[in-house]
């Protein structure tokens, strides 16, 4: 398997919801990435997790909360979002960095709406 | 931290013609240069990219080159095809610890027109 999914593909939710995006990959990557992607815009960088653990955070506001439950998955848990958080939310792995991982593989990514 | 710049945000060509776009770097630190080509509603994918050991690669019709010193970097797509039409991003890499960042350019919006 050399691709990284992601579901949903699409989510719509409220402000008082609670959600999570799913991050799945059977590379045998050690890294993997959120990043939040605006209409027309490049990808930022919100989260990394290099060995399951949370390896940097990109000042990422508390409503957005990340977990790697194991080496091939990665969650992202949303609660009490903002409309101004609808966005692309791609995720990305990497072989890791100690063993000369560069090339990160993208998802198709969740296209979330807040509503 | 990095930041990168990217050049131009629209770029228009015949088909045939060559296409160029060129990002600067601010950070000596970053080792590491992809492309992304981006179609509307897809995944970035990675089309080319090169480690700051090495100054170009080409691979069939795009190349990149890099200069270390000025801190730029360049895509060069030849005989531009309709199907290239997309939104390209540079980006460079900058280990931190046992990870890496990946900071992205604004996007180079590409038109193949016949």
């Known amino acids: 398997d050399t691709e990284v999914t992601q579901t949903p593909k699409h989510l719509v939710m409220g402000m008082t919801n609670k959600k999570s995006l799913k991050c799945e990959q059977h590379?045998?990557?050690?890294?993997m990435y959120w990043y939040k992607q605006k209409a027309k815009k490049p990808p930022e960088l919100m989260f990394v997790?290099?060995?399951?653990?949370?390896?940097i955070n990109e000042s990422v506001p508390s409503r957005f909360s990340p977990e790697c439950p194991n080496s091939s998955l990665l969650n992202l848990h949303l609660h009490a979002l903002q409309p101004e958080d609808s966005a692309l939310y791609l995720c990305?792995?990497?072989?890791?960095?100690?063993?000369?991982?560069?090339?990160?593989?993208f998802g198709p990514g969740t296209r979330l709406t807040v509503l | 931290g990095e930041n990168v710049e990217q050049h131009p945000s629209t770029l228009s060509v015949q088909e045939g013609d060559s296409a160029v776009i060129k990002c600067t770097y601010s950070?000596?630190?970053?080792?590491?240069f992809p492309w992304y080509k981006q179609e509307l509603g897809k995944r970035p994918q990675l089309i080319i990219d090169?480690?700051?050991?090495?100054g170009e690669k080409k691979d069939q019709r795009i190349a990149v080159t890099l200069n270390k010193t000025a801190k730029h970097f360049s895509l060069h797509i030849t005989e531009t095809q309709p199907e290239d039409s997309a939104v390209y991003f540079c980006?460079?890499?900058?280990?931190?610890?046992?990870?890496?960042?990946?900071?992205f350019g604004t996007g180079t919006r590409l038109q193949v027109t016949l």
């Open positions: 990305a792995s990497s072989q890791a960095l100690l063993i000369g991982g560069f090339e990160q593989f």
């Open positions: 590379m045998g990557h050690r890294a």
């Open positions: 997790y290099s060995y399951e653990k949370l390896s």
């Open positions: 950070d000596s630190a970053s080792n590491y």
């Open positions: 090169i480690r700051s050991n090495v």
């Open positions: 980006a460079a890499s900058l280990a931190t610890g046992t990870a890496s960042k990946l900071t």
